[in-house]
């Protein structure tokens, strides 16, 4: 099993920065990605951005150019940098990670944070 624990989000502005930091525990050497999701109400849980850990990212068009992701594969942990932060960037942000293990043939199986609220407004 992993265990994912968030920090940061909170309120800000509109045009502030916020910064997500998520770390793993448990059985953490088969994770490959790590990322950040993020559910609106009334809306399904979307990709915000991943990163693997060879350093491949990948972004939602939404937030590219304003959020940065970074990852220590070393340490299973994961940050989000959110700059120039929108009043449709308010959701709760989820950690995810995704493990590989072998039991005949590879599987992956995510695991996810307890969420964190992300609120932009004036």
């Known amino acids: 099993q992993v265990q994912l624990v968030e920090s940061g989000g909170g309120l800000v502005q509109p045009g502030g920065s916020l910064r997500l930091a998520c770390a793993a525990s448990?059985?953490?050497?088969?994770?490959?990605?790590m990322g950040w999701y993020h559910q609106a109400p009334g809306k399904q849980r979307e990709l915000v951005a991943v990163?693997?850990?060879?350093?491949?990212?990948n972004y939602a068009d939404a937030v590219k150019g304003r959020f940065t992701i970074s990852g220590d594969n070393a340490k299973k942990t994961v940050d989000l940098q959110m700059n120039s932060l929108k009043a449709e960037d308010t959701a709760v942000y989820y950690c995810?990670?995704?493990?590989?293990?072998?039991?005949?043939?590879?599987?992956?199986?995510?695991?996810w944070g307890q969420g964190t609220q992300v609120t932009v407004s004036s």
């Open positions: 995810n990670a995704v493990r590989r293990y072998f039991n005949g043939r590879f599987n992956d199986d995510n695991y």
């Open positions: 448990g059985s953490i050497s088969g994770i490959h990605t």
């Open positions: 990163v693997t850990s060879g350093g491949g990212t």
